[in-house]
């Protein structure tokens, strides 16, 4: 079992940068395929990038690719979102989440372990 949690929200101006980060418990981080996820008010939660165990492949969400860059360091523990040229449309509550999985994963249901969150908010 694994438990997550993110840091690094906030509120920012359009175009400008934020880095999420998301420090997970236990010693098998590395195990673990890791996932970022947003959720607006209204809205179903939504992918928005994964990385596998060992950092080789990355995958985004059209709406971030080229803005958004997902990295994990293993021997910290720990996945970051660094998230560049935000948009009002990119406000959101961002979730980490870890699945058990040798490779990327784009889809909620693989995810065994979420992070509580943590808000991001693009002023126009």
């Known amino acids: 079992q694994v438990q997550l949690i993110e840091s690094g929200g906030g509120l920012v101006q359009a175009g400008g940068s934020l880095r999420l980060s998301c420090a997970a418990s236990?010693?098998?981080?590395?195990?673990?395929?890791m996932g970022w996820f947003r959720q607006a008010p209204g809205k179903e939660r939504e992918f928005v990038a994964t990385i596998n165990r060992n950092a080789v492949i990355t995958y985004y969400a059209d709406s971030v690719k080229g803005r958004f860059t997902i990295s994990r360091d293993n021997a910290k523990n720990t996945v970051y979102l660094q998230m560049n040229s935000l948009k009002p449309e990119d406000t959101a509550f961002y979730y980490c989440a870890a699945a058990v999985a040798t490779t990327i994963r784009l889809d909620r249901e693989s995810y065994a372990y979420w992070g509580q969150g943590t808000q991001v908010t693009v002023s126009s």
């Open positions: 236990g010693r098998t981080f590395n195990n673990y395929a």
